[in-house]
């Protein structure tokens, strides 16, 4: 699977949109990018996922670069409660069901008040 | 998106004793479960892999008798950490997916167990 580089933490404003970037730059052509994230003591959350088209959830945006090295996930209006540690996962078309989810590190959202 | 459950949210148990954690797919059937364990301020981390009827592939370094899995139901898969020590205490999720389609690829996550050995 492709490696992810995600800043390690970053501040946000509540109210304000978080902007999350992720750089895949070894990405192959049939690889999606997932995000999910993890609110303190609590399960990983699947938040949203796409191949090259920009997508858009009920929780988030995912803004995916033409040449696919690079990737945003957009919380538009954050709230305190999106305080956590976002993953970017890049997975092949099985979306991980046979290989299970490699996580890094990711990048730990703090939504100031 | 699809629900999975797990108990106990946590649990204590005496160093030498055996626990078990169980995972539930509430609302899909799910064809293959994995299991994480993670430390505190670390990345979730793999411990094993189980297709339904099928038995578990274990990660490098995880001894497979000692954090025994079964996966016997579309909906159920258990972990039992034997013979636990206060090592073992952690906080240990399960996920699952369906395997079917591109969404239902997708793997959703259990709330977590937290255990400590004493």
């Known amino acids: 699977d492709a490696k992810t580089t995600q800043p390690p933490s970053m501040d946000c404003a509540e109210g304000r949109a978080a902007n999350l970037p992720c750089n895949h730059s070894?990405?192959?052509?049939?690889?999606?990018v997932y995000w999910y994230r993890q609110i303190h003591s609590q399960g990983p959350q699947y938040i949203i996922h796409?191949?090259?088209n920009n997508e858009t959830n009920e929780m988030a945006s995912l803004i995916i670069t033409e040449d696919r090295k690079s990737s945003t996930l957009i919380l538009p209006h954050a709230t305190l409660r999106d305080t956590a540690v976002y993953y970017c996962?890049?997975?092949?078309?099985?979306?991980?069901?046979?290989?299970?989810?490699?996580f890094g590190k990711g990048t730990h959202l703090i939504i100031q008040p | 998106g699809a629900v999975v459950s797990q108990h106990p949210s946590w649990v204590i148990c005496k160093s030498g004793t055996s626990v078990k954690i169980e995972c539930r797919s509430l609302d899909f059937q799910a064809t293959t479960m994995f299991w994480y364990r993670q430390f505190p301020k670390q990345s979730l981390m793999l411990m094993a892999t189980?297709?339904?009827?099928?038995?578990?592939?274990?990660e490098q370094g995880v001894e497979k008798d000692k954090f025994l899995i079964n996966h016997a139901s579309l909906t159920l898969s258990t972990l039992t950490v034997t013979s636990a020590h206060p090592e073992d205490s952690s906080f240990y999720i399960c996920?699952?997916?369906?395997?079917?389609?591109?969404?239902?690829?997708?793997?959703?996550f259990g709330e977590g167990s937290w255990l400590t050995v004493v």
């Open positions: 070894t990405i192959s052509g049939n690889e999606y």
């Open positions: 996920s699952a997916t369906s395997g079917g389609g591109l969404s239902g690829n997708t793997i959703y």
């Open positions: 996962i890049v997975l092949p078309y099985s979306g991980g069901g046979a290989d299970g989810l490699t």
């Open positions: 796409g191949l090259k």
């Open positions: 189980s297709n339904e009827g099928s038995k578990a592939t274990y």
